[in-house]
């Protein structure tokens, strides 16, 4: 099996992450996907400034895919917080075999992807909408002093 330096070998890629994790950069998402259906080699696929919502309309149905998304989480200026989410997307109609590789993948690319706060390996857009993944971040943080709206 290839390692990470084979399926991640596309430069452009250590480029975005550093990039997202930049906060002087405008960059706060990243997403990798196959080169093509039979490849196990992951290229840049898109980059955006906008937030988690802008980043999921990039993941079709039958694509499987990995993300990397900055989040800021605080009640106000003062105090907000950067933390960082790894998204594994495996599109409802993604092939099984695909599916069966990135079990294994995954690991690879969390070798590269490696600094986050929480990971949603999901098929389903409803798990990265900004509420649910807030509501991650929130639990992975431990302590939380502003229960308004949200029930545990």
Do not use: H
């Amino acid at each position: 099996m290839p390692g990470a330096a084979d399926i991640l070998s596309d430069p452009e890629i250590n480029q975005a992450y550093e990039d997202v994790r930049d906060d002087k950069s405008q960059t706060t998402w990243l997403v990798l996907k196959y080169a093509s259906a039979t490849s196990d080699n992951l290229a840049l696929s898109s980059t955006g400034s906008g937030d988690i919502a802008e980043m999921t309309e990039t993941l079709g149905e039958d694509e499987a895919a990995y993300a990397y998304v900055r989040v800021k989480l605080g009640n106000d200026e003062y105090s907000e917080r950067v933390k960082f989410v790894f998204v594994v997307w495996q599109g409802p109609q993604t092939k099984v075999m695909r599916k069966a590789k990135m079990s294994f993948q995954s690991g690879q690319v969390k070798q590269v992807l490696r600094s986050y706060a929480v990971e949603v390996q999901t098929g389903d857009k409803r798990d990265l909408e900004g509420e649910a993944v807030t509501l991650k971040l929130r639990r992975a943080m431990g302590a939380n002093y502003d229960r308004q709206g949200t029930s545990y």
